[in-house]
């Protein structure tokens, strides 16, 4: 048998080949913290877990924890007052104009950090929506997230009912009712979705506004193909915001990676990265048809390199992670190259009761039992034939068991070692006959038909010589 083809497994996106590195597999203690809080944050709650999602911890963390502090110091001090005076609907927009005015100054598509925000003013529509929601909780207004396909923007309870924010310009409060706004927006490259189209937005809570920040990061990573590096944060996003959403983009982001690792070799990294990850985070149903990919290739390298024991050692390891099904095929596809190798290496004694009993255990197929089995008996009759005669080669193939005996090959066997032995007798025959011995010329046929008394083509020998008068 040749070498056996790998299977090649796609990315749901692009990919290049990298170097493997070591891969966080379990979520950050911060992040497994945050688990218990509830899904509307308080003010100190958001700004922490949107710096944290923005990849700052310890020192960093607690630096821009400060600065946070002393902003919203300024902010209160600024809607201390008069602010009291007005609508909700006014405080709403002040907050909005409030933003633009003192922090946000340069939208930029991927910047989502908010670390970033606050020392440069720089935004994209996740960081500004994050930030606009940390002004309206200091100021007491009840503001929440609204998700499209491609893009965040808050709402925010006032006396007029719920009202957008389009927090990417300052035109965005209450947007369609503006000119502006228009003309301001469309510089971000997104499609404002107003209240009436419900299928294209969704209400989140602060939890998933927060893990927007992770996901903007994800996909820069993912674009970049940095796919390892996307693994810790898909964790991270999930066990903070545990959606359905999130759940499926942690898994998208293990096969990615596993993809990338089995697309360059790395066949056992790939399983048992996958292995691992599968069975922590419950997806072994969902992955079962990567899994087995990985196993297969795997098992391929291995026996591409005819190394049985490892193969074996690895279908072992491989019975607690695959289904019976697939499984079973493993197994399957190691029996049938060992057998394979043995049919072609090794003597007929040892190889033939291997091929009886896998396919007695259904290790081998029918058609695959049928073709082992003819090979073996015919090449054996043959080695018989040389070694002492085709008589003996007949008597061997018709004491086969019946089963076996009843093949096609076999039966074609049995006549061609039959002819064949007929042939030589014929042939001895022949050589006394033209030297005029007829004596011996008719021993040597009647020898033979004493063996097999209707053989065809020594009677008609024996009936031609009689006819001679000798």
Same mark, same amino acid.
């Given at each position: 048998?040749?070498?056996?083809?790998?299977?090649?497994?796609?990315?749901?996106?692009?990919?290049?080949?990298?170097?493997?590195?070591?891969?966080?597999t379990d979520?950050?203690?911060?992040?497994?913290?945050?688990?218990?809080?509830?899904?509307?944050?308080?003010?100190?709650?958001?700004?922490?877990?949107?710096?944290?999602?923005?990849?700052?911890?310890?020192?960093?963390?607690?630096?821009?924890?400060?600065?946070?502090?002393?902003?919203?110091?300024?902010?209160?001090?600024?809607?201390?007052?008069?602010?009291?005076?007005?609508?909700?609907?006014?405080?709403?927009?002040?907050?909005?104009?409030?933003?633009?005015?003192?922090?946000?100054?340069?939208?930029?598509?991927?910047?989502?950090?908010?670390?970033?925000?606050?020392?440069?003013?720089?935004?994209?529509?996740?960081?500004?929506?994050?930030?606009?929601?940390?002004?309206?909780?200091?100021?007491?207004?009840?503001?929440?997230?609204?998700?499209?396909?491609?893009?965040?923007?808050?709402?925010?309870?006032? @006396?007029r009912?719920?009202v957008?924010?389009?927090?990417?310009?300052?035109?965005?409060?209450?947007?369609?009712?503006?000119?502006?706004?228009q003309?301001?927006?469309?510089?971000?490259?997104?499609?404002?979705v107003?209240?009436?189209?419900?299928?294209?937005?969704?209400?989140?809570?602060?939890?998933?506004?927060?893990?927007?920040?992770?996901?903007?990061r994800?996909?820069?990573?993912?674009?970049?193909?940095?796919?390892?590096?996307?693994?810790?944060? %898909?964790?991270?996003?999930?066990?903070?915001?545990?959606?359905?959403?999130?759940?499926?983009?942690?898994?998208?982001?293990f096969?990615?990676?596993?993809?990338?690792?089995?697309?360059?070799?790395?066949?056992?990294?790939?399983?048992?990265?996958?292995s691992?990850?599968?069975?922590?985070?419950?997806?072994?149903?969902?992955?079962?048809?990567?899994?087995?990919?990985?196993?297969? @290739?795997?098992?391929?390298?291995?026996? @591409?390199?005819?190394?049985?024991? %490892?193969?074996?050692?690895?279908?072992?390891?491989?019975?607690?992670?695959?289904?019976?099904?697939?499984?079973?095929?493993?197994?399957?596809?190691?029996?049938?190259?060992?057998?394979?190798?043995?049919?072609?290496?090794?003597?007929?004694?040892?190889?033939?009761?291997?091929?009886?009993?896998?396919?007695?255990?259904?290790?081998?197929?029918?058609?695959?039992?049928?073709?082992?089995?003819?090979?073996?008996?015919?090449?054996?009759?043959?080695?018989?034939?040389?070694?002492?005669?085709?008589?003996?080669?007949?008597?061997?193939?018709?004491?086969?068991?019946?089963?076996?005996?009843?093949?096609?090959?076999?039966?074609?066997?049995?006549?061609?070692?039959?002819?064949?032995?007929?042939?030589?007798?014929?042939?001895?025959?022949?050589?006394?006959? @033209?030297?005029?011995?007829?004596?011996?010329?008719?021993?040597?046929?009647?020898?033979?038909?004493?063996?097999?008394?209707?053989?065809?083509?020594?009677?008609?020998?024996?009936?031609?010589?009689i006819?001679?008068?000798?």
């Amino acid at each position: 048998m040749g070498k056996l083809s790998i299977i090649i497994t796609f990315l749901i996106i692009s990919i290049c080949f990298l170097n493997a590195g070591e891969v966080q597999t379990d979520p950050g203690k911060y992040w497994l913290q945050t688990r218990t809080w509830e899904k509307s944050l308080t003010t100190s709650m958001l700004i922490e877990s949107s710096l944290a999602a923005s990849g700052l911890s310890g020192d960093n963390l607690n630096q821009y924890k400060n600065k946070f502090k002393q902003l919203l110091l300024k902010f209160t001090e600024d809607i201390s007052g008069s602010f009291e005076t007005i609508s909700t609907y006014e405080q709403g927009e002040f907050i909005l104009n409030w933003a633009h005015e003192n922090i946000l100054r340069n939208y930029i598509e991927e910047q989502t950090l908010m670390n970033v925000l606050i020392d440069t003013g720089n935004y994209n529509c996740v960081s500004s929506a994050i930030f606009y929601l940390i002004l309206a909780k200091e100021a007491g207004l009840n503001s929440e997230t609204i998700e499209t396909s491609d893009h965040a923007f808050c709402t925010v309870n006032t @006396n007029r009912g719920w009202v957008d924010v389009e927090t990417t310009t300052s035109y965005g409060f209450n947007p369609g009712i503006k000119k502006e706004f228009q003309q301001s927006f469309n510089q971000t490259g997104y499609t404002y979705v107003p209240p009436g189209n419900y299928r294209t937005r969704q209400r989140i809570n602060d939890k998933e506004a927060v893990s927007l920040i992770l996901q903007n990061r994800m996909s820069v990573l993912q674009k970049n193909n940095k796919h390892d590096q996307a693994i810790a944060l %898909s964790i991270a996003r999930w066990t903070f915001a545990d959606t359905d959403k999130s759940f499926k983009d942690m898994n998208d982001s293990f096969r990615n990676w596993a993809a990338v690792l089995n697309n360059k070799g790395s066949y056992t990294e790939a399983y048992y990265f996958l292995s691992e990850v599968s069975q922590k985070y419950s997806l072994m149903d969902k992955n079962s048809d990567l899994l087995y990919d990985l196993a297969y @290739n795997q098992i391929i390298s291995i026996l @591409n390199n005819g190394d049985y024991n %490892s193969a074996n050692k690895f279908l072992l390891e491989s019975k607690s992670i695959l289904n019976s099904s697939d499984q079973s095929k493993l197994e399957k596809l190691v029996t049938r190259d060992y057998l394979s190798d043995i049919v072609r290496n090794r003597n007929y004694e040892e190889s033939l009761p291997l091929v009886r009993e896998a396919y007695k255990s259904n290790g081998i197929s029918n058609s695959e039992w049928q073709n082992w089995i003819t090979v073996l008996h015919q090449n054996k009759a043959l080695e018989i034939s040389e070694t002492t005669d085709w008589w003996e080669a007949w008597q061997f193939l018709l004491k086969l068991p019946q089963e076996e005996k009843n093949l096609s090959g076999i039966i074609q066997s049995i006549k061609l070692a039959h002819d064949n032995w007929s042939f030589d007798i014929h042939n001895k025959f022949a050589d006394y006959y @033209n030297k005029q011995n007829f004596k011996e010329a008719e021993l040597v046929l009647r020898k033979g038909l004493l063996l097999d008394p209707d053989n065809k083509y020594l009677s008609q020998d024996l009936k031609d010589l009689i006819k001679i008068d000798y």
